[in-house]
């Protein structure tokens, strides 16, 4: 049976499956596209790698460890308190800084500060860390992880964006805690 303009209901059917498979690889595609250039969308973005400020480096007196915050720089506006990151800063003299991501190098649990006995704990495993970061007892393998930091007219600044690891810490230059 031909249809009026020489088709025949077989081809009609043909081209409408052809449509339709069309649209689902289109829509099918794009999020994979997407994932695929990924990095390349990302790298552009400059919040990755910022340089963000913890405060005035009178907020940290000298030979003590406080708990500072920053903003995430790649949150959006949605996401409220929780783009707000914690970190240990310890004063140790001078100009001389060492600021801590607050996770455990285990699991990565966030660490406490007990000023009594000069100890960084993990309340999940643990873990103990010295002053200095350094692994002291329990199951981390290496010290807690740094973040590379300046001073910038009496204002701290540290590199964040993403977590330190031991690869980022090996890539970016920073001090690379030590293993036990």
């Avoid at 300046?150 to 690891?165: F, S, Y």
Wanted: with cysteine.
């Amino acid at each position: 049976m031909s249809v009026p303009g020489g088709l025949s209901r077989r081809q009609m059917f043909l081209k409408i499956a052809m449509l339709f498979n069309g649209i689902v690889a289109v829509a099918l595609g794009i999020p994979i596209v997407r994932y695929i250039l990924s990095p390349v969308t990302r790298a552009r973005k400059s919040g990755y790698q910022s340089w963000l400020s913890l405060g005035s480096i009178e907020q940290f007196p000298s030979g003590q460890t406080r708990l500072a915050t920053y903003r995430n720089p790649v949150a959006n506006a949605s996401d409220g308190e929780t783009a707000d990151i914690p970190c240990w800063v310890r004063h140790v003299d001078g100009d001389r800084f060492q600021v801590f991501a607050i996770n455990c190098a285990h699991l990565g649990c966030p660490v406490r500060w007990f000023p009594q006995s000069g100890l960084f704990m993990c309340p999940c495993h643990g873990g103990a860390y010295y002053e200095d970061g350094s692994r002291a007892s329990g199951p981390p393998e290496r010290g807690l992880f740094e973040y590379p930091f300046k001073i910038l007219d009496g204002t701290l600044h540290i590199k964040a964006g993403e977590l330190p690891t031991p690869g980022l810490s090996a890539r970016n230059g920073m001090k690379r805690p030590p293993c036990a």
